[in-house]
Each structure stands twice: as structure tokens, then as C-alpha cells.
């Protein structure tokens, strides 16, 4: 038998082994890149929903800072592509909550990062781009260059045109576009059964999505990157070049 917080696994151990003991030092903020292990099963992704918030609120809690500032990287791309199967793995379901808890903590951002993984190597060599978009990140939200774009496209709101389905995105400062130039990629629509087909889609002015619906098709949401690895995804900022963030979508009736 060992002795409790001994294995970096129990509770809490990692946190008294490596955050406390410097907990009372002044920090500008903090950046978090994990969630891996997270998104081994399904239970575990949709818990990450309530430990994400609860990780934070601990921390700040630590350093008595209440607003402390947060950046957390989404999971990046891994495993091999999967064409056949538009929506699949747990990893879009980490992203989901990772993206979500921006929106109910305050000071906290979320950058994505889809565009750089390995599909080859949990821990994708790419720390240079990933850096680059936390330090946008930290300059708009902490060091006063509020104009310097970071969050890459959003979805704002979801709507039914005719047959099809219009998605309006929260555009910082450029245009929705494709970051290869290509038609859009890695669109799919989804029936109440869970089935899910790939969608074509085209970009309606500066910020809208256009979705085609194919006759005699009813689908239930719609979603965009939602793979582990979505390689196909290509929405992007034109100014910026950052990437769109994954997204499900309801569709309204």
C-alpha cells in the first residue's frame, strides 16, 4: 500500500506538489494545456464541464486573486483522420466543454488549436503557434492591446433559410473565410438518431455560413470539426488567420 497523494493520479496531489508551494507569489495570470487523459472516455469528457471551473476557482482561490486571468488551450488534432465518419471520438466533447467553461468563468479564454496537432503524437511539436495565440490572448484581455485579435470565429446565432441553415459568427476583425482557400470543410448535419452526413456549405458575405439541406432530410444539429482529428476543417478568420472553433449547433425547427 502507499501512502494517499502519493501517485500523481490521486486528488489533488499534482496541485500541493507543484502549485501550492509557490501559491503565494504574485502571477500575472495563468495558462492551462491538458485534457488529453480527460477525453479517454465519455464520462470523463462531459465531467470535464464542472472540473474545469472547479480547477480555476481553486487556483484563484490560491493565489487570492479572484479574477486572475486564464488561458486555456482546446485540444489540438490526434489520431488519423476518419473521412467515412463525419462525427466521432470523445476529443470534440473535451473541446465542447473546454470552450463552454469560457463562457460561464469569467477572465477566462479559450484559443484552439486544430490546426496544428499531430495526428501521430498526443504532445504535437508545435509549441510555437500555440504560444503565439495564448500571447494574443494575454495582450488583449491583460497588457491593454484590446484590438489584437485572439478568439478566433464564433458562432452568434443559428437560423433557417428555406431549405438550407445560416449560421451568423462573432468575426473579430476580418472576414469568415477558408484559412486553405478551398470550399468549406468538416461541416456535418446530424438526425435526431445520431446519424451524421457531410454537409456542403459556402460563405455568405463577411460572417455567414451557408449549410445546405438535402431534400427530404431533417437534421437535428449541425456540427462543425467534430472529430479528434478534423482535418478537414477549415474556417478561419481571413485577417487573422486563426482558426474557427468546433461547434454543435441546434437547428431550429
Given at each position: 500500500?502507499?501512502?494517499?497523494?502519493?501517485?500523481?493520479?490521486?486528488?489533488?496531489?499534482?496541485?500541493?506538489?507543484?502549485?501550492?508551494?509557490?501559491?503565494?507569489?504574485?502571477?500575472?495570470?495563468?495558462?492551462?494545456?491538458?485534457?488529453?487523459?480527460?477525453?479517454?472516455?465519455?464520462?470523463?469528457?462531459d465531467e470535464y464541464r464542472a472540473l474545469l471551473p472547479l480547477l480555476v476557482r481553486s487556483w484563484r482561490t490560491a493565489f487570492n486573486r479572484a479574477d486572475m486571468?486564464?488561458?486555456?488551450?482546446?485540444?489540438?488534432?490526434?489520431?488519423?483522420?476518419?473521412?467515412?465518419?463525419?462525427?466521432?471520438?470523445?476529443?470534440?466533447?473535451?473541446?465542447?466543454?473546454?470552450?463552454?467553461?469560457?463562457?460561464?468563468?469569467?477572465?477566462?479564454?479559450?484559443?484552439?488549436?486544430?490546426?496544428?496537432?499531430?495526428?501521430?503524437?498526443?504532445?504535437?511539436?508545435?509549441?510555437?503557434?500555440?504560444?503565439?495565440?495564448?500571447?494574443?490572448?494575454?495582450?488583449?484581455?491583460?497588457?491593454?492591446k484590446p484590438q489584437t485579435p485572439w478568439r478566433g470565429p464564433r458562432v452568434k446565432s443559428v437560423a433557417r433559410s428555406g431549405s438550407a441553415v445560416d449560421i451568423?459568427?462573432?468575426?473579430?476583425?476580418?472576414?469568415?473565410?477558408?484559412?486553405?482557400?478551398?470550399?468549406?470543410?468538416?461541416?456535418?448535419?446530424?438526425?435526431?438518431?445520431?446519424?451524421?452526413?457531410?454537409?456542403?456549405?459556402?460563405?455568405?458575405?463577411?460572417?455567414?455560413?451557408?449549410?445546405?439541406?438535402?431534400?427530404?432530410?431533417?437534421?437535428?444539429?449541425?456540427?462543425?470539426?467534430?472529430?479528434?482529428?478534423?482535418?478537414?476543417?477549415?474556417?478561419?478568420?481571413?485577417?487573422?488567420?486563426?482558426?474557427?472553433?468546433?461547434?454543435?449547433?441546434?437547428?431550429p425547427e
Amino acid at each position: 500500500d502507499r501512502a494517499p497523494g502519493t501517485s500523481p493520479s490521486d486528488p489533488a496531489a499534482m496541485f500541493h506538489g507543484m502549485i501550492a508551494p509557490f501559491a503565494g507569489y504574485g502571477v500575472a495570470g495563468a495558462i492551462w494545456y491538458q485534457g488529453e487523459n480527460n477525453a479517454a472516455s465519455q464520462p470523463r469528457a462531459d465531467e470535464y464541464r464542472a472540473l474545469l471551473p472547479l480547477l480555476v476557482r481553486s487556483w484563484r482561490t490560491a493565489f487570492n486573486r479572484a479574477d486572475m486571468p486564464f488561458g486555456v488551450v482546446s485540444l489540438a488534432a490526434f489520431r488519423q483522420y476518419t473521412p467515412d465518419a463525419p462525427c466521432s471520438g470523445i476529443w470534440p466533447t473535451l473541446r465542447a466543454a473546454q470552450l463552454g467553461t469560457e463562457q460561464v468563468v469569467p477572465n477566462l479564454g479559450t484559443v484552439t488549436t486544430i490546426d496544428v496537432g499531430d495526428a501521430n503524437d498526443i504532445h504535437p511539436r508545435d509549441k510555437r503557434t500555440v504560444g503565439q495565440r495564448l500571447a494574443r490572448w494575454a495582450m488583449a484581455t491583460s497588457y491593454g492591446k484590446p484590438q489584437t485579435p485572439w478568439r478566433g470565429p464564433r458562432v452568434k446565432s443559428v437560423a433557417r433559410s428555406g431549405s438550407a441553415v445560416d449560421i451568423e459568427f462573432d468575426v473579430e476583425g476580418g472576414r469568415l473565410g477558408t484559412r486553405d482557400g478551398k470550399p468549406v470543410g468538416g461541416i456535418a448535419l446530424v438526425d435526431a438518431d445520431g446519424k451524421a452526413t457531410w454537409a456542403a456549405a459556402e460563405v455568405l458575405g463577411s460572417n455567414r455560413l451557408h449549410v445546405a439541406v438535402p431534400a427530404g432530410t431533417k437534421p437535428a444539429f449541425v456540427r462543425y470539426a467534430w472529430q479528434d482529428n478534423p482535418a478537414n476543417a477549415n474556417l478561419a478568420d481571413t485577417a487573422s488567420g486563426l482558426p474557427a472553433h468546433p461547434f454543435e449547433a441546434k437547428v431550429p425547427e
